[in-house]
């Protein structure tokens, strides 16, 4: 295998590998009621202020519409709560509730877990070389439009 065909490989099965091994991993911490959509709205929605349905909705770039369906099963579940705005009545926020605030950690926990993985035995040169490497990649996929947070810098 040459090595733009070892790359392909790698990042196909990375993908895949990482959603699949996401999706486990929450569902050993206890939460079989969330689907990984769900997870990505707890993440979105965060543990600070509330936020608009609007400002969630653009965070994960989906519809409106894609996303009161999902909110309306994350509420009947308990893990959200929808607010009224206070100098505006035709604005909803949404928050975590405690319940949701745990699986947010628990999916937190995740990922600090993954990075710190990957990055334990990097040291600082290879780390900004893997950090320049995501961020190009990072580039790539949101030419075509696809969302993705920034990689921030590395825990001290």
């Keep these: 295998m040459n090595g733009?065909?070892?790359l392909n490989?790698?990042?196909v099965n990375l993908f895949r590998d990482i959603l699949y091994l996401e999706e486990q991993a929450m569902k050993r911490s206890g939460y079989n009621d969330l689907s990984m959509n769900?997870?990505?709205i707890i993440a979105a929605i965060g543990e600070d202020e509330p936020k608009t349905m609007?400002?969630?909705a653009s965070e994960l770039s989906i519809t409106g519409g894609?996303?009161?369906i999902s909110m309306n099963g994350l509420h009947k579940k308990g893990y959200v709560d929808r607010m009224r705005g206070e100098h505006d009545r035709r604005r909803v926020y949404i928050r975590l509730t405690?319940?949701?605030q745990i699986a947010f950690r628990a999916h937190r926990q995740f990922h600090k877990e993954m990075i710190d993985a990957v990055t334990e035995d990097l040291n600082e040169g290879e780390y900004h070389i893997l950090i320049k490497s995501l961020t190009?990649?990072?580039d790539f996929f949101r030419s075509f439009g696809v969302k993705a947070e920034e990689p921030s810098s590395?825990?001290?």
């Design 66 to 68: 894609s996303l009161s």
């Design 98 to 100: 405690d319940k949701g």
């Design 54 to 56: 609007s400002e969630i």
């Design 136 to 138: 190009k990649l990072t």
């Design 9 to 11: 490989d790698i990042l």
């Design 154 to 156: 590395k825990e001290a």
């Design 38 to 40: 769900d997870w990505h």
């Design 4 to 6: 733009y065909e070892r």
